[in-house]
């Protein structure tokens, strides 16, 4: 029963980074308004595929909340309807959540996409609660943690709606990827907590907890400065145009060049706790993964700077930033029940 609940955190775990990927596509697409209504797509379950079910038309049925754009603005059915012969404004109500009212299908799907990954990511999670209920006895912080990723997933998503009624502001961007990433922590935290005995790392004399906690605070600090330098280039993507990728950076500030440096001193730090673990044995061998995810995190960044943005390279450097925390995270915890299980010998 444990691995079956501890299987079911690391699907919950896939699933996540399925929506943070998605994520990313949908922020390198600029989809993020594809559907401008939430949770619904133009009042749609299912979005529409062409601009004319969008548009009023004679003699045709509207189902009460069904979005059309009339004159550049949203307008919502108050109720089910057939219209007559000409548009009765008296009929239809305007979207007051913002006044973006543009379509594209491919923005539309993409973003749709993305939610859908984002509600099998919820529906898993919840499974996972409901099957913690079977340790409510023996291990009430499973349940409670367990729950605890349900209520985040539905902060999540109610984060999800701000970013689009604000029409992707930065900060609300900023603060909906940590949000994705506090979930990850939980979901690895729960990973960890199921391990069996014959999974455990070994006692190490050797402490590396405090340097870890370091590194790790770092990539997260990293990844906020990181989305902060994305909006830099979002907003002169929206002066000069998707085609100037010459000009994307030409208007960089200290965030640019403080983010950086500081992908160095990350690098150096973790260049020495995989030397403090290589020198003295120690069975951390998730540091071999950090290190390939730094190592690919640079190269990103790098090949984005000089080579001007290459597609997709964005994405996967927001992706790669996302796996190195869960890494981390991980090598943490582990560092820490080490560390506890020599000081009680």
């Known amino acids: 029963m444990q691995k079956r609940f501890r299987k079911l955190a690391k ?13 990313a596509v949908v922020r390198m697409t600029g989809s993020g308004m594809g559907c401008p209504d939430w949770p619904k797509c133009f009042g749609h379950y299912i979005p529409p595929t062409d601009v004319s079910e969008l548009q009023w038309l004679p003699n045709t049925f509207f189902k009460k909340g069904q979005v059309i754009i009339v004159d550049e603005t949203l307008q919502v059915a108050i109720s089910d309807l057939t219209t007559s012969k000409n548009f009765t404004p008296e009929n239809w109500e305007p979207y007051t959540k913002h006044d973006y009212a543009k379509f594209n299908v491919a923005h539309t799907w993409i973003e749709y996409i993305n939610r859908l990954f984002g509600a099998l990511a919820g529906l898993a999670t919840l499974a996972l609660a409901f099957y913690s209920f079977a340790f409510i006895k023996t291990k009430k912080t499973w349940v409670f943690l367990s ?17 689009v009624y604000s029409v992707l502001e930065p900060a609300k961007i900023t603060v909906h990827m940590v949000m994705a990433l506090v979930i990850v922590a939980m979901l690895l935290y729960i990973i960890h907590m199921t391990k069996t005995k014959e999974e455990e790392t ?45 000009l994307w950076l030409s208007t960089i500030d200290w965030r640019f060049y403080m983010h950086r440096t500081f992908s160095l001193v990350v690098l150096i730090l973790n260049i020495l706790l995989a030397q ?3 020198k003295h044995q120690l069975d951390f061998r998730k540091i071999n993964w950090i290190m390939g995810f730094i190592v690919l995190e640079i190269v990103t960044g790098m090949t984005m700077y000089y080579l001007e943005f290459p597609f997709a390279t964005q994405p996967l450097h927001l992706v790669l930033a996302s796996l190195l925390f869960g890494v981390q995270f991980y090598l943490v915890m582990e560092a820490f029940s080490s560390r506890k299980r020599y000081k009680s010998l």
């Open 276 to 278: 403090r673990i290589y």
């Open 202 to 246: 070994v006692n190490q004399k050797v402490a590396i907890f405090p340097l870890a906690v370091i590194t790790l605070l770092l990539t997260l600090f990293q990844i906020v400065l990181g989305t902060q330098v994305r909006q830099l280039v979002d907003h002169q993507i929206d002066v000069v145009g998707e085609l100037s990728k010459d």
């Open 11 to 23: 699907i919950s775990l896939v699933l996540v980074y399925l929506v943070i990927i998605a994520g």
């Open 147 to 163: 729950w605890l990723v349900v209520f985040g997933m539905g902060f999540q998503a109610w984060l999800g709606a701000t970013v």
